[in-house]
């Protein structure tokens, strides 16, 4: 699933692009197995998109009149301005004659309209915790956040609640990079304020190679991030870990693949 670097690289690609332009048409797949979210599409027409930001995983675009677009990638979504082809989700027809298409395979994807800061209808975005690249994001509250709770470490990542837009793959490298083991149930000030530094450098880097591509994310012109190659923990079971040559390990850690180094990644 796309994660906070996946999600910055295209919303960075789509804003200059849908900034300013009016929704003139919008198609949303018939089919009963597309999200009901997809139904408020209707409500755009008409519309003008101010611009494109970011809340976590989530693209949130101010339109005039008190609204907002939200859009989820899910596991499989990507956008075109200028293909379509039979996994297309929506099209949003725009004023200078291109067409936005959102394209999801498995069906996971979101696309809603909402009166503008009202997300009750979507508790994930309504409790998301700060964003790791703001202000916000402190090294004293975050160690407090994390005092707080006896949860595994990566699961409670993985909730969005302490920081928002972390997913698998990023949990994984920047909890490698502190050594911290993904099980710890404690984490105290020192390893918390470690852990903080190393979820904005991974997440820093990869918004600078426009994300990791394993298979289906893909930026707006089509293109393939390029964060994979430098990968350290995940998806890498089995290679010697590069500060201490132990192979890495694969565990099941709330229901997903956690990989991490058995020897310098301490409980």
């Known amino acids: 699933m796309p994660e906070l670097p996946e999600v910055e690289s295209v919303r960075r690609q789509l804003d200059p692009e849908l900034s300013g332009r009016t929704v003139l048409d919008v198609w949303t797949d018939p089919l009963p197995t597309v999200p009901r979210e997809f139904m408020d599409a209707q409500r755009l027409i008409g519309r003008r998109i101010e611009h494109v930001g970011r809340r976590g995983k989530f693209l ?37 004659g291109r067409e936005l298409a959102f394209r999801d395979p498995r069906r996971f994807g979101r696309l809603a309209v909402v009166p503008a800061g009202d997300y009750s209808q979507l508790p994930t975005l309504r409790m998301l915790g700060p964003e790791p690249l703001s202000d916000e994001f402190d090294p004293g509250r975050f160690a407090q956040v994390l005092a707080r ?42 390893r918390a304020r470690d852990l903080h530094a190393a979820i904005r450098d991974v997440l820093s880097a990869a918004i600078d190679r426009e994300g990791t591509t394993f298979r289906d994310y893909r930026t707006l012109d089509g293109g393939r991030g390029r964060n994979q190659a430098m990968l350290i923990a995940y998806g890498r079971v089995g290679t010697p870990c590069p500060r201490c040559s132990t192979p890495l390990k694969k565990i099941v850690l709330g229901g997903r693949g956690t990989t991490y180094c058995p020897r310098c990644q301490r409980a």
């Open 60 to 96: 949130i675009a101010p339109l005039d009149r008190g609204l907002e677009l939200i859009l989820h990638l899910g596991m499989t979504g990507s956008f075109s301005l200028t293909d379509k082809d039979a996994y297309a989700r929506a099209l949003i027809s725009l004023d200078d």
């Open 149 to 190: 709770t006896t949860a595994p470490i990566k699961p409670y990542l993985l909730s969005q609640r302490p920081v928002a837009g972390v997913g698998n793959i990023y949990a994984d490298e920047a909890l490698w990079a502190a050594r911290i083991h993904p099980m710890s149930r404690r984490v105290g000030r020192t």
